[in-house]
C-alpha cells in the first residue's frame, strides 16, 4: 500500500488542523493505521492509532484530549484532528500502515510495514 500524508502547515497556538492519509489499493481496511511524528533532532514518536474496523483507538499521553484519528475505509483515508495545538507539536507527521502482528504494539514503529512521506506542522507561539 502506498501513503500519501497531507494538510500540514503554519498555524498559531491554539488552532487547529486537520491531516489526511490517503491510500492506494483495495485492502485499505485490512490495515491497522497510525499516525507518529518527529520533530528536529529527537526519535520519531507514537501519536495515535486506530485499528482497522475503527472502533479501536490508541492515542500519546501527549496528545490525548486534544487530537482524534478516524477513518473512512471506503474513501481509503484515515484523519488526525488535531486541537489546541501548541509549539511542542511542531514536527513532521507521518501516517503508517500494519498489517498486524501476533502481538502488535499500536506505538510501536518497528510494529508498522508502509509509511507516508510526512506531512510538516509548525505551531507558533
Known amino acids: 500500500v502506498q501513503l500519501q500524508a497531507s494538510g500540514g502547515g503554519l498555524v498559531q497556538a491554539g488552532s487547529s488542523l486537520m491531516l489526511s492519509c490517503a491510500a492506494s489499493g483495495r485492502t485499505f481496511g485490512r490495515y491497522a493505521m497510525g499516525w507518529f511524528r518527529q520533530a528536529p533532532g529527537k526519535e520519531r514518536e507514537f501519536v495515535a492509532f486506530i485499528n482497522w474496523s475503527g472502533i479501536s483507538t490508541y492515542y500519546g499521553d501527549s496528545v490525548k484530549g486534544r487530537f482524534t484519528i478516524s477513518r473512512v475505509n471506503a474513501k481509503n483515508t484515515v484523519t488526525l484532528q488535531m486541537n489546541s495545538l501548541q509549539p511542542e507539536d511542531t514536527a513532521v507527521y507521518y501516517c503508517?500502515?500494519?498489517?498486524?502482528?501476533?502481538?502488535?504494539?499500536?506505538?510501536?514503529?518497528?510494529?508498522?510495514?508502509?509509511w507516508g512521506q510526512g506531512t510538516l506542522v509548525t505551531v507558533s507561539s
Open positions: 503508517a500502515a500494519s498489517t498486524g502482528r501476533t502481538t502488535f504494539n499500536p506505538s510501536s514503529r518497528r510494529d508498522y510495514d508502509y
